[in-house]
């Protein structure tokens, strides 16, 4: 399912470029190719391809964000543990004969010995 989506929203994100790309411009850029040019006799009749590529570039967006949200909520599932990671888990962790095994870190009963301070006179 996720290779689907995933599949899908590089399609329309390829497609997404492409359109805003072919969009008409102050300058009447590459849409003017497809007949953005303001002329009668256009691919997409008189009123240029602008009707046409707005309608397009909000279905493209629409589904950029929907196939965006899906493949989010569907990466943040748990992701199965494979066979050796549970094989790990029950395999409890044995140490060598002969080398004790410590708990934590050592910490003595006794706080540390300061030396004593010298009295007035120095001593």
């Given amino acids: ?7 899908i929203h590089v399609v329309v994100c390829v497609l997404l470029i492409i359109v805003v790309l072919l969009q008409q411009t102050k300058g009447a850029g590459l849409s003017s190719v497809f007949g953005g040019g303001g002329g009668t006799e256009s691919l997409f009749g008189g009123k240029g391809a602008t009707p046409f590529f707005v309608k397009l570039t909000t279905g493209l967006a629409i589904g950029f964000f929907v196939t965006s949200l899906s ?17 790990l888990e029950e395999v409890p962790v044995q140490t060598a004969p002969g080398i004790p095994q ?12 300061l030396p004593e301070e010298p009295g007035p006179g120095g001593e």
């Fill in 102 to 113: 410590e708990e934590g870190p050592f910490i003595p009963e006794e706080g540390p010995v």
């Fill in 71 to 87: 493949l989010v909520l569907l990466s943040r599932r748990p992701v199965p543990k494979s066979a050796v990671e549970k094989g």
């Fill in 1 to 7: 399912m996720y290779g689907l989506i995933l599949f």
